[in-house]
């Protein structure tokens, strides 16, 4: 029995250690997590896995740990929707859509300010545990322009904004049963990319969320 124990830690460390070195294109720099990188292009995604970093994924796999998080992360997911879904009750679809008014603060409790929070708590889960923020965003911008590779960055701006912004997202993003309640919460602005009055309504909204600041 202990043989078999002993056999089967073997196998588990073994495996991942061989793959990495059959697999590899790189050269593997063991547990050297600040390995001086060269330039990257901010515009794109690039993040090689080291070999530390493939240890780490297999010991969250076979721990259980990434279950775990995955399940945290599903109920903070389905938590979130459940405040915004009640942010917007009694409304039409029509009056989240149409964006005339901003919500009225009895509302922005189960939306705005939990947001920012749970906004937080996904990128932990996500494995961001230490953010690090050069500089403040300031109190008096009207927009802010982020480099939209994922939704990550979606979760960042809602972060570092408390949950008081809002964004500009694809019309067909509203048919998503899950993400349509958010969005309406959050009074996201839809535009239809293959509308150019949808083009020109999006910016004009854009520009009166901007100019009110009564708007998220």
């Not at 964004?167 to 959050?186: Q, R, T």
Request: glycine letters at 4%; proline letters at 6%.
């Amino acid at each position: 029995m202990i043989g078999f124990v002993i056999a089967l830690l073997a196998s588990v460390i073994a495996v991942p250690i061989l793959t990495i070195f059959l697999f590899s294109k790189e050269k593997i720099v063991w547990f050297n997590r600040r390995k001086t990188q060269p330039f990257r292009n901010p515009f794109e995604y690039d993040t090689p896995i080291t070999g530390y970093e493939f240890i780490k994924i297999a010991f969250f796999l076979l721990s259980g740990i990434a279950l775990l998080r995955l399940l945290l992360f599903l109920f903070v997911l389905v938590l979130g929707f459940c405040l915004n879904r009640v942010a917007i009750l009694g409304m039409t679809d029509k009056e989240c859509m149409e964006l005339k008014e901003p919500l009225p603060p009895w509302r922005k409790i189960f939306t705005t300010y939990p947001n920012g929070f749970l906004s937080r708590v996904l990128l932990f889960l996500l494995g961001y545990y230490y953010i690090d923020v050069e500089g403040e965003l300031s109190p008096d911008a009207a927009y802010y322009v982020p480099n939209h590779v994922s939704f990550v960055d979606a979760l960042v701006i809602g972060w570092l904004t408390n949950g008081h912004v809002t964004a500009l997202a694809k019309a067909e993003a509203f048919k998503a049963p899950f993400a349509s309640s958010i969005f309406k919460a959050v009074q996201v602005i839809p535009v239809s990319r293959e509308s150019t009055e949808s083009r020109h309504l999006a910016k004009a909204t854009i520009r009166r969320f901007a100019e009110s600041r009564s708007h998220p």
